[in-house]
């Protein structure tokens, strides 16, 4: 809600540009709540191992948008972008 009072802060944005923040707010809304109403039948669809590999990717994404887009190393078990085995794997991709 925070994103919206910014986003509607009457002395930046137009009413046109608050309307529209107001409608994509109200879309979005609308769209969590119908993939939460229908979420029996979406896991249903895409079963438990779905969902487990739907969460392991949420995660990631998580975890790399609170990091700075830093990468997590298995081997060195730590959160950098100096890492020599993340360094070679990507060269070699």
């Known amino acids: 809600m925070m994103a919206v009072i910014v986003l509607t802060d009457n002395d930046v944005y137009t009413v046109p540009e608050r309307i529209e923040t107001g409608v994509v707010l109200l879309v979005v809304l609308f769209l969590t709540y119908l993939l939460l109403l229908f979420s ?7 079963g438990r191992q779905g969902a487990s590999v739907l969460v392991r990717i ?3 994404i998580l975890l790399l948008s609170g990091s700075g887009n ?17 360094s ?3 060269v070699a991709a």
């Open 58 to 60: 949420m995660g990631r």
């Open 40 to 46: 029996d039948a979406i896991l249903r669809v895409i």
């Open 70 to 86: 830093r990468a997590y190393c298995a081997r060195c078990r730590r959160l950098d972008n100096e890492c020599a085995a993340l």
């Open 88 to 90: 070679a794997r990507a």
